[in-house]
Each structure stands twice: as structure tokens, then as C-alpha cells.
């Protein structure tokens, strides 16, 4: 640390850091782009590593989680909170006219495996966990009650009441089907909305377009469920408005009876039969308003937040794990661990190889996108990345940074090598002063 605080080139590394945001593991590249005149040949720029701090140009690693990067994840839920925010309100090439479409915030939970200890709370009181007057003791001789009151930070939440007694089974293997019941209940909704609108499926979509977007989040049980923006929009998508019958009432009754009879099968393995999965029997439909409780920016927010979290809530790790590894060596939670074991026996089977149980361990055999959207629902994160790096761009030419050049009259050429990432351990506390970042560890680095 004290070492680059008197390096002469201090202040263009401290130049780079503040460029990456904070990031805390930067990409560290090596190389050059140069511009030559397309008539002549004639060297006009070159940009090259070699003039830099340590001879690399420090780039932000735009992870999605928070637990990895907290900076490039805060890039990630900003960028993701304009995406649906503009899908409810308009912008970003989005109508304003889209707040009149029906539009309704959907959350599609998983069923029961087993009881967990719970936080249960009524008119702002909070209840007993699982009181069971003369409950009688499981198989294992565990006493099926809990009458603690327990706090929002208990250790033991999520964790299943008998261990023994919990279908782990039954929860890596919704896990791993959850992107394939959400694929159904999309195509199913399509076809009630067509038989609510007396129209033949491949009629729908010149009258209706399904718009959403939704995102994963892991209950502490370690289960994901679903919360989704869904829209209907006219055949050209939200620049037109749906039909008069497609109201948010249709809209919710289509939710009703996609989430009640989809369904998907894992197949039979070993001595064990095939099993049929299904969405649990908690749906909420709320309608999205522009006041109240849930408005678009709370709407936003919520899916934002999420989308940038993992299953680290239940006490797993947020990278992938080795077959070879010991779990034994990790600071998981028994829940955790037993869910991970789990998903690394049955991805040792024939039948299941196509759900990839073993490569998705550290998140409980969920496999899917933790944050998707339709085509049709709004802007794209590509898009939003584009519109800030040309942002960037302008603003290195004004200040004389990048040169102004036809690009119909000059060549560009670029070269670049990966050159390793991070920090040392004084960079990272020095990166961590300048930018104000909190310098912390996830729990299995401890």
C-alpha cells in the first residue's frame, strides 16, 4: 500500500479505480488500439497498456451479484430497476400510454417439502413458528412444534423442523424444473387468453401480445419462487393497446388457471418413480398502480433488488462447486450443505444428466436465468449498457482523452490480452478508501 501511494504514476492508477466504480475484482487487460487513415495508412492514434499503472487497463468485471462485486452489482439492479420501470410508465423508447394497459405483479411460489422454521406475523404481531397442541414426534423422534417467536435474523429460519423427516429430493428437483413450469405457465396463459378471447391460438397474436418480466428469489428453505410484471399489449407490443375484451380481470383469471394446471415430471431414477412438480398453492395477483402500496417504482425496486442476489441466503456458496470438494470445509449451513449433497448424488445419475444437478449445486439445482423479459416488454440491458458507453465516450472526446475521427475514414484496429484480475491486499484497501466501498468477505472466505 505504502509502496503504490509513492509510485509516480499514483494518481492515473487512482484514475482507473474510480473509472471501475469500485469494483472489486477489475479485469486487468494488456494491449493497444490504434487508428489509421483508410487512404493513406497513415498512423493517426494509438492507445496502449504500456504507458499505464503496472501495464494493464483496469476494467469494472460487471458481475450481477451483490456477493461477488457490491459496486458492479449496484450497476446491474440500476440498470435492471430502469428496465421495468420503463415497461410500467414509459421511457427509454417505451409509450407513456403503456400505464393503461392491464397490468398485474404475479408471484408464483414453490409446494411444501417439509416444515421449516418460520417467521409468521398478523396484524404486526409476530406469531409462533409451528404450535401444535399434543403434536406427536416424527419417525425420527423429533417433536413436530415450535412456539418461538422467532426474530427476522434467526439462524434457524428456513432450516426444516426434522432434517431427516425434509424431501430434499423433492426440493433440487423443483429447483432444476422451475425454468420449465415458468415456460409452461407462459404458454399456457397464452392459451386461456385465446379461449378467453374466442380466438385460436395462432389468431392471438395479431390481436394480443403477452408481455413480462421476472426475476428468481430463493426462500430461506433455499427454493426459489417467481415475481413477474405481466402486461398485455396490442399485436405491435406496447405502442398499441390490447383488445377491449383483454382486461386485467381476464388477465388474472388466465394467471389462476396456468398456475393450477401446468405441471412437469422428473423422471424415475434407481428404485425411485418418476415425480410430477407443480407450482405451490400460494399465488398472489396484485394489480400494479401508480399510488398505493405497489406502485411502478415499488414494483421496480423489488425486482431490481433481486436480481442481483443468488442463494447466499441459505447459506451456500456463490460460486460453482467441485465433485472432489469437501463440504466439510466450507462454512455452509447443515440445511445448505444437505441440499448441495443432494444435488451432486443425483447428478451422478443417467436419467437426471439432463437437469446438470452436479454443475448447479451451489444453487440448489436451479439452472434457469435469475432475471428474464420478453421480448416486447421494454428496453434491453444491452441497450441501456450501449447508451452509457457512448455516454462515456463523448465525454472522453470532449475532454480531449479520445480523438474526434470520421469513422467512415478511419481503420481501427484493436489488440488485447487478458492479464489476470483483483486486487493485492493494499490495492484493495486503497481502492476501498477512494471510493468508499465496504471492504468485506463473504462468509466461506472467512
Known amino acids: 500500500m505504502i509502496a503504490r501511494l509513492n509510485s509516480p504514476d499514483y494518481d492515473r492508477w487512482a484514475a482507473q479505480i474510480h473509472r471501475t466504480g469500485g469494483c472489486r475484482q477489475?479485469?486487468?487487460?494488456?494491449?493497444?488500439?490504434?487508428?489509421?487513415?483508410?487512404?493513406?495508412?497513415?498512423?493517426?492514434?494509438?492507445?496502449?497498456?504500456?504507458?499505464?499503472?503496472?501495464g494493464v487497463l483496469r476494467l469494472p468485471c460487471k458481475t450481477r451479484r451483490a456477493s461477488r462485486c457490491p459496486a458492479c452489482a449496484e450497476t446491474y439492479r440500476a440498470d435492471t430497476y430502469h428496465l421495468i420501470r420503463a415497461g410500467l410508465?414509459?421511457?427509454?423508447?417505451?409509450?407513456?400510454?403503456?400505464?393503461?394497459?392491464?397490468?398485474?405483479?404475479v408471484t408464483l411460489t414453490a409446494p411444501s417439502f417439509g416444515a421449516v422454521h418460520a417467521r409468521r406475523e398478523q396484524g404486526g404481531k409476530v406469531l409462533p413458528c409451528h404450535p401444535r397442541r399434543d403434536a406427536e414426534p416424527c419417525p425420527h423422534g423429533l417433536v413436530m412444534s415450535c412456539t418461538t417467536q422467532h426474530g427476522p435474523d434467526d439462524a434457524c429460519l428456513g432450516e426444516p423442523l426434522c432434517p431427516d423427516c425434509y424431501d430434499y429430493t423433492g426440493s433440487v428437483l423443483f429447483n432444476a424444473l422451475a425454468p420449465l413450469l415458468w415456460k409452461r405457465f407462459a404458454d399456457s396463459l397464452r392459451r386461456h387468453l385465446a379461449k378467453l378471447g374466442g380466438l385460436a391460438l395462432k389468431e392471438l397474436r395479431h390481436h394480443l401480445t403477452l408481455s413480462f418480466a421476472k426475476v428468481a428469489e430463493y426462500q430461506r428453505r433455499g427454493i426459489v419462487h417467481f415475481h413477474a410484471v405481466i402486461r398485455l399489449d396490442g399485436p405491435g407490443g406496447p405502442t398499441a393497446p390490447p383488445p377491449a375484451w383483454a382486461t386485467a380481470d381476464i388477465l388474472a383469471d388466465a394467471v389462476r388457471h396456468a398456475a393450477r394446471v401446468v405441471s412437469a415430471l422428473a423422471l424415475a431414477y434407481d428404485d425411485q418413480p418418476a415425480r410430477l412438480f407443480k407450482w405451490g398453492t400460494q399465488l398472489d395477483?396484485?394489480?400494479?398502480?401508480?399510488?398505493?402500496?405497489l406502485t411502478d417504482q415499488a414494483v421496480a425496486g423489488y425486482i431490481a433488488k433481486y436480481?442481483?442476489?443468488?442463494?447466499e441466503c441459505v447459506g451456500t456458496l456463490d460460486r460453482r462447486i467441485n465433485p472432489l470438494d469437501n463440504l466439510d470445509a466450507f462454512n455452509l449451513r447443515e440445511h445448505a450443505r444437505r441440499l448441495i449433497a443432494t444435488c451432486m448424488h443425483l447428478g451422478t445419475r443417467t436419467e437426471l444428466a439432463e437437469l446438470r444437478l452436479a454443475e448447479r449445486a451451489h444453487m440448489l439445482g436451479f439452472r434457469g436465468h435469475f432475471s428474464t423479459r420478453s421480448r416486447r416488454y421494454s428496453t434491453t440491458l444491452g441497450a441501456l449498457r450501449a447508451a452509457r458507453e457512448q455516454h462515456i465516450?463523448?465525454?472522453?472526446?470532449?475532454?480531449?482523452?479520445?480523438?474526434l475521427f470520421d469513422e467512415d475514414t478511419v481503420l481501427v484496429i484493436s489488440e488485447w490480452?487478458?492479464?489476470?484480475?483483483?486486487?493485492?491486499?493494499?490495492?484493495?484497501?486503497?481502492?476501498?478508501?477512494?471510493?468508499?466501498?465496504?471492504?468485506?468477505?463473504?462468509?466461506?472466505?472467512?
Open 89 to 105: 410508465v414509459g421511457g427509454k423508447g417505451v409509450p407513456d400510454t403503456v400505464t393503461s394497459h392491464p397490468t398485474l405483479f
Open 26 to 54: 477489475p479485469i486487468h487487460l494488456r494491449g493497444k488500439v490504434d487508428h489509421y487513415d483508410r487512404a493513406t495508412g497513415r498512423l493517426l492514434h494509438r492507445y496502449t497498456t504500456r504507458t499505464e499503472p503496472d
Open 393 to 403: 465516450r463523448e465525454h472522453e472526446i470532449t475532454t480531449g482523452r479520445l480523438p
Open 285 to 293: 395477483i396484485r394489480p400494479i398502480t401508480l399510488d398505493g402500496d
Open 307 to 311: 436480481a442481483t442476489k443468488a442463494a
Open 417 to 446: 490480452q487478458y492479464a489476470g484480475k483483483g486486487h493485492s491486499a493494499g490495492d484493495q484497501l486503497l481502492a476501498a478508501a477512494i471510493t468508499g466501498a465496504r471492504l468485506e468477505r463473504s462468509p466461506h472466505e472467512l
